[in-house]
């Protein structure tokens, strides 16, 4: 007889699968890559709401600091790794409209909340009971968007633009990214570093 346990497993071996035929590596890879991830946040504390909002508030430059970083090191690495045929990725179309709303919307409930996508699992591993209500939240938020999307959301959605990147807009040459990447990496290091947050995780510093 099919059991509710049985299903629970049959979905967890789908979850693994399908992260194997994405072609990002093996699950083993995944997971170690995970941890590095989960411990650069939790060195830089990022996860934390002090943190998210001290740069909301602009008393706190961490987590910019760590953005543009990261995603001028990133830019570099994955344009080499994907003409080598180490990676790959799927690029987004650009709908402008949706990307202002969404964008908003997004922005204000991080500031107000303190957390994102990527730092609120480090949060439910700590046990943080806040990051719960704010995962709820997200579920009612996109049942909301999908059942409405047709009637509310689509005819907000702007024109398409299409899958725009640096690389078919303005040259899919290894000097614009080496270029662009490192014009972020040097916004990191020029922008001060200020932290808000104290040793004791208690708040703010008076």
């Known amino acids: 007889m099919y059991s509710a346990q049985d ?26 890559l995970g941890i590095v991830f989960g411990s650069i946040i939790q060195y830089t504390k990022v996860h934390k709401f002090e ?23 990133a830019s570099i690495m994955l344009y080499f790794m994907v003409k080598m045929g180490y990676a790959s990725y799927h690029i987004k179309p650009m709908i402008l409209g949706g990307l202002i709303i969404g964008g908003t919307i997004f922005g204000a409930s991080m500031a107000i909340f303190g957390k994102c996508p990527g730092t609120g699992p ?9 990051i719960m209500v704010g995962a709820f939240g997200g579920i009612l938020g996109g049942l909301f968007f999908t059942l409405f999307y047709e009637p509310i959301f689509k005819p907000l959605m702007g024109p398409n633009m299409g899958k725009l990147s640096i690389l078919n807009t303005w040259s899919d040459s290894p000097v614009v990214i080496l270029i662009f990447g490192i014009a972020l990496v040097a916004v990191s290091v020029a922008i001060p570093l200020v932290e808000e947050i104290d040793n004791d995780d208690i708040g703010y510093k008076e």
């Open 122 to 130: 480090v949060s439910v591993a700590e046990g943080r009971i806040d």
């Open 51 to 73: 943190k998210i909002a001290g740069f909301s508030v602009l008393k706190d430059t961490v987590v910019p600091k760590m953005l543009f970083l990261a995603i001028g090191l």
């Open 7 to 32: 299903g629970m497993i049959a979905r967890l071996e789908s979850m693994f699968a399908t992260v194997t035929d994405e072609g990002h590596g093996s699950v083993l890879l995944v997971f170690v």
